[in-house]
């Protein structure tokens, strides 16, 4: 019994340190937010200040997470209604102001932005995940064709002959007319 305690506990550390992240420093994270379309263009502002304040101010001294990078929530169309109970009644939403903001900070401090942004009522729905520090959608991908066979070449359109007009007698018009119309 002793041995395979001993054995299992190296294997157990291992896959600990395979999960962990490579990077130096504290993970990176993205939090997702939808917004309530009630606060109104205004309250937006004030929706965000407060997710960068639960971010900035973390509970037990903790120091706060560096925010890398956000992007200001804008009004979008949800996929489907969303539903949700509040002060005893049912509030239905098909439409949120969604935004997002990338964060680096402890894993200790997860549960308690969690639950800080669970408790902030204009905040519709939010999901945090963890991510890496550079901003992937930010390059431009340009698509490059290349090929041997047109190489100094500019491409042209190819060239048709033209019609040669000819003349037509009005009696042969005439019989063409009343073929179609017939």
Known sequence: MAEISQ??????????ANSAPKEKGN????????????????GVGVVVESVRKILGDLPDGKAGAEIISESF???????????????GKRE??????????????????LPAIHTALGALNPILRFLIVETVREDIAAAPRRAVFT???????????????AEKPT????????KS????TG
């Not at 993970?27 to 205004?42: I, N, R």
């Open 92 to 109: 239905k939403y098909t439409e949120s102001y969604f935004g997002y903001i990338k964060f680096a900070t402890t894993r200790d401090a």
């Open 147 to 161: 090929s041997d066979r047109l190489e100094g070449k500019t491409i042209e359109k190819p060239a048709t002959e």
């Open 73 to 87: 929530p804008r009004k979008i169309s949800l996929a489907y209604q969303v539903e949700r109970a509040t002060q």
């Open 27 to 42: 993970p990176v994270y993205e939090v997702g937010f939808h917004v309530v379309p009630t606060v109104g263009d205004e």
């Open 7 to 16: 054995t299992s506990a190296p294997a157990e550390a291992s896959s600990q």
């Open 167 to 174: 003349e037509v007698s009005d009696a042969e018009l005439d």
């Open 177 to 180: 007319i009343e073929a179609l």
